[in-house]
């Protein structure tokens, strides 16, 4: 199974405090702010680092903006250079070290006046669930993302008749999003300690938020739609997840989503459930062709062995 990353969203550079034009002129030989201003580009170059995969380089240049951070007493950089040190930790499988940044970045937060159910928080919440999923510590696991939904339910529903003027549409939706994101990662972690039909109820919840707030056409829309038919086949309802999938493979080759390969090859291994062998090879080739345009060597791989392993089933068969 698969993820894309499109949920995800990092805490803004909009948390550094900006002086107003009318102050600029008098501020402008301010120490404090020439040192937010030489953090700014620290964090930008951390962040291109990350994005051209060189974490260590990132790792080197988030330390000079901690160091800067913390001689000018700028809390705010503090909070935000420790939430990059944490998801630079995390992406890299550095999930203990992760986990004590993402700590210190929620304590500040919450030090800083921020309340619990704040977007900000759940973020960091959810972060570290998966953290505690990944290392099999089930009960602090189910705890924070329980208390992640949970949450987030309550505080949609006192926020839902709020005005526009109050909250936004878009501060609406992007509340939406994330309980959307949180009901993923918990669908996510109950498929895999073999809770299907508990994963299937989540999965359900977050398709109908992606479809509602995004549309059917989304990739995020059509993961989620996958993965839904993936938890219904490993409950055996083979029919239900043929459908979901037959059209997550339809949305995915309208898109040209970027990994229809994956979601070809997730509807071949229905088919197969449901004995259409003959299908499930035609629909193998055309996984595998896409496959090989992406250059997945991991997936071109799997469906050669998938390919190979029906190919014996149908032998033994006649």
Request: aromatic content about 6%.
């Amino acid at each position: 199974m698969y993820r894309l990353l499109s949920w995800s969203r990092g805490l803004a550079l909009a948390w550094f405090s900006r002086p107003s034009a009318a102050d600029a002129e008098e501020q402008q030989g301010d120490a404090a702010d020439e040192a937010e201003a030489e953090i700014i580009q620290l964090l930008k170059r951390a962040k291109l680092s990350i994005m051209k995969d060189e974490p260590e380089e990132a790792e080197l240049i988030l330390h000079d903006a901690l160091r800067l951070a913390y001689q000018s007493d700028n809390l705010k950089a503090i909070t935000y250079t420790y939430d990059l040190m944490a998801n630079l930790a995390f992406i890299r499988g550095q999930l203990e070290n992760a986990e004590q940044l993402f700590k210190a970045t929620m304590s500040y937060l919450l030090g800083g006046g921020m309340k619990q159910e704040d977007n900000a928080i759940i973020e960091i919440s959810l972060k570290l669930a998966s953290i505690y999923a990944a290392q099999n510590r089930q009960e602090f696991a189910l705890a924070g993302y329980e208390f992640c939904i949970s949450t987030l339910e309550e505080k949609i529903e006192r926020e839902k008749e709020l005005s526009e003027d109050v909250m936004s549409a878009e501060e609406k939706a992007n509340t939406h999003l994330l309980l959307g994101m949180c009901l993923d990662s918990c669908a996510r972690y109950l498929l895999f300690s073999k809770q299907p039909s508990q994963a299937q109820r989540m999965y359900e919840k977050a398709l109908q938020i992606s479809e509602e707030i995004q549309g059917e056409r989304h990739p995020q829309t059509i993961v989620l739609m996958s993965d839904l038919a993936t938890t219904l086949d490993a409950q055996g309802h083979f029919d239900e997840a043929y459908i979901y999938m037959q059209r997550a493979s339809d949305l995915a080759r309208q898109i040209n989503h970027p990994e229809l390969h994956m979601v070809l090859s997730n509807l071949a291994a229905i088919l197969i459930h449901r004995e259409r062998y003959t299908q499930a090879e035609e629909i193998y080739q055309e996984a595998l062709k896409q496959a090989e345009m992406k250059r997945d060597e991991v997936s071109v791989q799997h469906i050669r062995e998938e390919l190979a392993e029906l190919s014996r089933k149908s032998r033994s068969l006649t």
